[in-house]
């Protein structure tokens, strides 16, 4: 049986403060640090060895793939960074404390703007111009909801995690709340609605299991 591995990155200091940050590169806390330590120690207990680890371009997934790789042992595997595994873009809302936000429109909008599958937060006015982006020709969003996250998320999984599960070979997905969120929804199956209760704990490996045709046999946390 192959098995895939889904990690969201250890606490970062947006976390820490309460602040939406999408494509904002912070860094992680000591609490982050420590959770990505202790998230490779499970992993490196699981006996498992991957062929693959996959991650975002955004820092605070990359130390925790980095921090994880070394506890596991395994920093020799190939490593690819992608920005279809970057954080789902909150738009305008980006920067802005979560608390500040919530009191100023209420906490049913809120809601919505965080939680929901097809909301799209309040956009920027001009996409951003990041260089690390730009020789992949990659304009990034304005703002995205779950929805739009998750569609650009798939391709990726179709084409190069999807195959290496088929070919029998394990791999580590080290990523964000929000595109785990969208991944766990197309494993899982999970409907539009459900997918709004749907949180993915820093720090915490989850385990697929599957079978040839990569339907899921079991799922199990380690913590």
């Known amino acids: ?18 602040v939406f940050t999408g494509w904002s590169d912070v860094a992680l806390t000591e609490k982050g640090i420590a959770q990505a330590h202790q998230a490779g120690k499970m992993i490196r207990q699981t006996g498992l060895q991957f062929e693959h680890l996959h991650t975002s371009m955004l820092k605070r997934a990359i130390m925790t793939a980095n921090i994880v790789l070394e506890e596991a042992d395994q920093m020799y595997i190939p490593v690819t960074k992608s920005w279809r595994l970057n954080e789902r873009h909150y ?4 920067g802005q404390k ?16 965080r939680r929901s599958y097809h909301v799209v937060p309040p956009l920027l006015d001009k996409p951003d111009r ?15 909801s779950l929805e739009m996250a998750y569609n650009r998320l798939m391709p ?6 999807a195959p ?6 394990n791999q580590l997905v080290v990523a964000h709340g929000s595109t785990l969120r969208a991944l766990i929804k197309y494993i899982d199956r999970i409907n ?4 709004d209760h749907l949180e993915v704990p820093n720090g915490v490996p989850i ?14 946390a380690l913590q």
């Open 98 to 113: 979560k608390a500040a936000v919530k009191a100023a429109v209420g906490e049913k909008q809120f809601k919505l703007w």
């Open 1 to 18: 049986m192959v098995k895939l591995v889904i990690l969201r990155h250890g606490e970062s200091q947006a976390n820490r403060d309460g």
């Open 192 to 195: 539009d609605t459900d997918i």
């Open 130 to 144: 990041d260089p690390r982006y730009v020789p992949l020709g990659v304009t990034e969003p304005k703002g995205e």
């Open 207 to 220: 385990v697929y299991e599957f079978d040839a045709a990569l339907n899921v046999t079991s799922k199990k």
């Open 156 to 161: 990726y999984w179709q084409d190069e995690i």
């Open 91 to 94: 738009g305008a809302l980006r």
């Open 164 to 169: 290496r599960l088929l070919d029998g070979h």
